[in-house]
DNA sequence: ACCGCCGGGTGCC
DNA sequence: ACCGCCGGGTGCC
């Protein structure tokens, strides 16, 4: 049983697009019969060709014409790949289908005869239609088309027997067509004729590889950062930081794009254009947890402040040196805004101002970014840039610098120096790590460094955009990006220099509301930063493509076409252009990475020790008892062939063991094991309803809503006993309406059915009634707590579990023993948490010694170096094992 | 001639 | 479009 289940049927419920049901009227002069509209009125909207574009086939291809190629602006070339989109609203034809290149210019349409076929097959979305144009260049009129039509293999006959009926028949073997389809952009018949095809095995393991072994010298150059972080970087963050800023300052042409003969040509598309496309200024960091991605960002955040040159304390105005003119130009000035210093959650530094009477001294010899090697021939930063942040480092430099500068391209000086870049960096993280950020920043600029970070978050966060883009650093959460979007939210009117998404694979859901969020942010240079970066399949990308803008896969179409079927259908082709794409965004070390031969990171020894507790004799009997009544429920389901449906029910069993385990307190006395009858009374139900989200609510300590993936926010019982966010699920019965589906179950769900949970505590350890016991598991804590500080006082330990109610009963038997203990769980707000882990990483006498974790608010990202002991209190299956240590 | 044929005008949907 | 189609002009050989 995983919660697997749970996730992939709420996501396709999610994913699944819900069409207007309303015919459209058309003012249109050759208004005709669409016999397709009765025909297929059978076909149900969720067998759509759009839900998964992994589970369609190709019904098979034909050709066709465009026509009208005299009327728009857009070319395609010999063999380039075009996109059909209907135009309902055409005031010619309401048929009329629309030809666009992969630039998305209309180069012309569907010949309407043809067009009056297809568009009644393409409006019920019964098939996704593909063309590529095997002859484009030259045409003036006219261009011919194949077009591939794909589609959810039981809308087959249907799509074939109305194309039929207008005359139109498709071709789906090798024969005839094979060849020259084959050839033609992106149509081969992979699907019918299977290439080499891996097995998913394969693939995976494939995968895994994407990412391992990428040590290309590109990446293992090395760069100082500026003087501005305090903290010495280790080898890699210096490989990390000196690929970072090459890719911010890179002229490169994106993955896939050639320079050919004074047009920029896309080999995976054909498509060519004058304009060049945008260089990807970021990528992925994609480094395992703990080598210090963060360290790494702000490293790059100081070194590459402003047009590849690091932050200064000083107004560069000032500054004489070779680049003086440029920077002028930039009118970058730093240090000279005190009066906008942010309110409310800003933070400012303050900082003794030494070195500041003199700025020309100190901007000459301090505030310089330095290479580790020898600078002269290494090409891993611009030149030129490389020159600018040396200016005034030293005679023989400053030459190089002006030679330099004085070549300059025209390119060049405008990427760099158009006195148009943006200020501040917005960092976007789970609200768990926000914490994080902060301590790192502080830990690891120096102090004397006048860097504005402003946190937005909360009610109090300012809605002026000015406030915001005089920052250096915004730090904000998803889910504030995702609320403010589309409120005329300072976010998304601000031009960035910099956006971060932290833990970046949470935009994997291409269809949420929050990836649209960060997506639609406005920045010159995006950085995305995850340790886990194919998590579950190739979907998960193309979101993250989409964000770093990279042409063309901002569109999924191409996308899909160019690499994702490809790939899934186990076109060596494809494996090796996600190969090529990912190795030129991506950097990737793990802990098992070397540099030099040395493993990245020197730890500890880690040594895991499973002690068996036995329970009680009374423990045990209640544990029993509950077991053998769970039992009995869970046959009857299994019987009645309705386990799917309970499963849920089957879960919270499963979880009242496991708290049976750890102490009899965490399972309260009133709920009952027994399930929710169909046939109780809506008192009956109400009471049990009520209950399951106490029990909900009290056992996963920060349970995940399956609609948003996020923290329960406002939790509500659905009458299928699911629970959800309430604006989730109220959003998703507002837009079912009026037959709305729980995402989880598919049971019914309605508005007035919505049970929120009473306002009581719901904490065992807080109840009058109960008296406080220890429990065989608390004991055993507690002796080897108590050994542990007799031999050494000072060792600090965490204690974690997935309940935070156990917590609580642990909190007093901390108490009866005199532990001095903090405690971290997802209900403390930020302010709290922060509190708690300064005061737990804190070296000072009265910090202390032990740390109660709550398993998910402790998930991802803290940094809890002080201690040295982890106690896991939970029962752990293998697998949770495995992914703990 | 209620035709054929000619040649000019014209051209997506 | 070096096409097709339209509709006006035209009409034995």
């Given at each position: 049983m995983s919660w697997g289940f749970m996730?992939?049927?709420?996501?396709?419920?999610?994913?699944?697009?819900?069409?207007?049901?309303?015919?459209?009227?058309?003012?249109?002069?050759?208004?005709?019969?669409?016999?397709?509209?009765?025909?297929?009125?059978?076909?149900?909207?969720?067998?759509?060709?759009?839900?998964?574009?992994?589970?369609?086939?190709?019904?098979?291809?034909?050709?066709?014409?465009?026509?009208?190629?005299?009327?728009?602006?857009?070319?395609?070339?010999?063999?380039?790949?075009?996109?059909?989109?209907?135009?309902?609203?055409?005031?010619?034809?309401?048929?009329?289908?629309k030809v666009n290149n992969v630039n998305g210019?209309?180069?012309?349409?569907?010949?309407?005869?043809?067009?009056?076929?297809?568009?009644?097959?393409?409006?019920?979305?019964?098939?996704?239609?593909?063309?590529?144009?095997?002859?484009?260049?030259?045409?003036?009129?006219?261009?011919?088309?194949?077009?591939?039509?794909?589609?959810?293999?039981?809308?087959?006959?249907?799509?074939?027997?109305?194309?039929?009926?207008?005359?139109?028949?498709?071709?789906?073997?090798?024969?005839?067509?094979?060849?020259?389809?084959?050839?033609?952009?992106?149509?081969?018949?992979?699907?019918?004729?299977?290439?080499?095809?891996?097995?998913?095995?394969?693939?995976?393991?494939?995968?895994?590889?994407?990412?391992?072994?990428?040590?290309?010298?590109?990446k293992t150059q090395e760069l100082e950062p500026a003087r501005s972080v305090q903290t010495k970087l280790l080898p890699h963050q210096k490989q990390a930081l000196s690929w970072m800023v090459s890719r911010e300052n890179s002229q490169e042409l994106p993955p896939f794009w050639e320079e050919r003969n004074g047009f920029y040509y896309n080999t995976l598309t054909n498509f060519a254009e004058k304009e060049r496309p945008e260089s990807v200024r970021g990528g992925i960091l994609a480094d395992d947890m703990g080598l210090g991605k963060t360290l790494s960002t702000i490293a790059l955040i100081l070194t590459n402040f402003h047009d590849g040159k690091p932050l200064t304390t000083l107004t560069s105005g000032k500054q004489k040196t070779n680049t003086a003119e440029s920077q002028g130009q930039c009118g970058e000035t730093r240090g000279s805004d005190n009066s906008q210093a942010a309110t409310g959650t800003s933070r400012k530094r303050q900082k003794p101002r030494k070195g500041k009477s003199d700025p020309q001294d100190s901007e000459e010899e301090e505030w310089l970014p330095r290479k580790t090697k020898s600078s002269s021939s290494c090409g891993f930063v611009d030149d030129d840039q490389f020159a600018m942040a040396l200016a005034g480092a030293s005679p023989a430099v400053k030459k190089k610098s002006n030679k330099k500068s004085a070549g300059k391209t025209k390119a060049q000086s405008q990427s760099k120096c158009d006195g148009k870049l943006p200020r501040p960096t917005l960092i976007i993280c789970p609200l768990s790590v926000m914490s994080n950020w902060i301590d790192q920043f502080e830990q690891h600029v120096r102090a004397e460094v006048d860097l504005n970070i402003y946190v937005y978050y909360g009610p109090e966060r300012s809605k002026d955009s000015n406030t915001l883009s005089q920052q250096d650093v915004v730090l904000t959460t998803y889910s504030t990006v995702t609320h403010d979007y589309g409120n005329n939210s300072p976010l998304h009117k601000i031009k960035w220099l910099r956006v971060v998404l932290d833990e970046g694979h949470t935009i994997r859901n291409p269809n949420a509301l929050q990836t649209k969020a960060v997506h639609s942010l406005d920045a010159v240079r995006r950085w995305v930063l995850t340790g886990t970066p194919i998590q579950n399949s190739l979907k998960d990308l193309w979101s993250i493509l989409s964000?770093?803008?990279?042409?063309?896969?901002?569109?999924?179409?191409?996308?899909?076409?160019?690499?994702?079927r490809p790939v899934t259908t186990g076109e060596e082709a494809g494996l090796r252009r996600l190969q090529a794409l990912i190795k030129s965004i991506t950097l990737r070390?793990?802990?098992?990475?070397?540099?030099?031969?040395?493993?990245?990171?020197?730890?500890?020894?880690?040594?895991?020790?499973?002690?068996?507790?036995?329970?009680?004799t009374e423990e045990r009997e209640i544990y029993e008892s509950v077991q053998n009544e769970g039992k009995a429920v869970i046959g009857r389901y299994f019987n009645e062939g309705t386990i799917m449906t309970h499963y849920a029910d089957v879960l919270a069993l499963l979880v009242r063991l496991r708290q049976l385990c750890c102490h009899p307190h965490l399972v309260s006395s009133t709920l009952s094991s027994s399930s929710i009858a169909a046939n109780s009374t809506p008192d009956e139900?109400?009471?049990?309803?009520?209950?399951?989200?106490?029990?909900?609510?009290?056992?996963?300590?920060?349970?995940?809503?399956?609609?948003?993936?996020?923290?329960?926010?406002?939790?509500?019982?659905?009458?299928?006993?699911?629970?959800?966010?309430?604006?989730?699920?109220?959003?998703?019965?507002?837009?079912?309406?009026?037959?709305?589906?729980?995402?989880l179950c598919r049971s019914e769900i309605r508005l007035e059915h919505l049970l929120e949970c009473p306002e009581e505590e719901m904490d065992p350890s807080a109840r009058k009634d109960q008296k406080w016991v220890s429990s065989s598991k608390v004991d055993a804590?507690?002796?080897?707590?108590?050994?542990?500080?007799?031999?050494?006082?000072?060792?600090?330990?965490?204690?974690?579990?997935?309940?935070?109610?156990?917590?609580?009963?642990?909190?007093?038997?901390?108490?009866?023993?005199?532990?001095?203990?903090?405690?971290?769980?997802?209900?403390?707000?930020?302010?709290?948490?922060?509190?708690?882990?300064?005061?737990?990483?804190?070296?000072?006498?009265?910090?202390?010694?032990?740390?109660?974790?709550?398993?998910?608010?402790?998930?991802?990202?803290?940094?809890?170096t002080a201690a040295s002991r982890l106690f896991l209190m939970d029962p752990v299956s293998r697998i949770h094992s495995e992914r703990i240590f």
């Open positions: 996730r992939s049927s709420a996501w396709k419920f999610l994913q699944s697009p819900r069409y207007n049901r309303s015919r459209v009227e058309y003012a249109a002069p050759n208004i005709f019969f669409d016999e397709v509209q009765d025909a297929m009125s059978s076909a149900d909207d969720s067998t759509s060709a759009e839900e998964d574009l992994d589970s369609l086939v190709l019904f098979g291809m034909m050709k066709g014409s465009v026509v009208g190629l005299r009327y728009y602006a857009g070319v395609v070339n010999n063999n380039e790949m075009v996109a059909l989109q209907r135009e309902p609203n055409n005031p010619y034809d309401r048929n009329a289908v210019e209309q180069v012309g349409h569907i010949k309407k005869e043809l067009a009056a076929a297809l568009s009644p097959v393409m409006d019920r979305k019964l098939v996704k239609i593909e063309g590529a144009v095997p002859y484009g260049a030259h045409n003036v009129f006219t261009m011919p088309v194949t077009l591939s039509f794909w589609g959810r293999e039981e809308n087959k006959t249907t799509v074939l027997d109305h194309l039929k009926k207008h005359g139109f028949r498709l071709e789906t073997g090798p024969k005839g067509f094979g060849k020259s389809f084959s050839s033609a952009a992106g149509s081969s018949l992979s699907s019918s004729l299977p290439a080499v095809q891996l097995t998913l095995e394969q693939l995976k393991s494939e995968f895994d590889k994407l990412f391992e072994d990428l040590k290309e010298d590109d964000f770093l803008k990279l042409k063309p896969f901002t569109e999924r179409e191409w996308w899909h076409r160019t690499i994702q070390r793990t802990k098992t990475t070397k540099v030099k031969g040395k493993l990245l990171l020197q730890l500890p020894e880690r040594k895991v020790y499973m002690q068996y507790i036995k329970l009680s139900l109400r009471e049990k309803l009520v209950n399951k989200i106490k029990l909900v609510l009290s056992s996963g300590s920060d349970e995940e809503c399956a609609i948003c993936l996020d923290s329960l926010n406002i939790p509500v019982i659905t009458h299928c006993a699911h629970v959800f966010c309430k604006p989730c699920i109220c959003q998703v019965i507002h837009s079912e309406k009026p037959n709305a589906k729980c995402p804590l507690m002796s080897a707590l108590m050994e542990q500080r007799n031999k050494d006082p000072r060792v600090k330990s965490i204690v974690v579990s997935q309940f935070t109610s156990f917590l609580s009963l642990i909190e007093t038997a901390l108490r009866e023993s005199g532990f001095m203990f903090t405690r971290l769980d997802g209900s403390m707000t930020q302010k709290k948490r922060t509190e708690a882990i300064q005061s737990f990483q804190s070296s000072s006498v009265d910090s202390p010694t032990i740390m109660l974790l709550s398993l998910k608010a402790g998930g991802v990202g803290l940094n809890l």
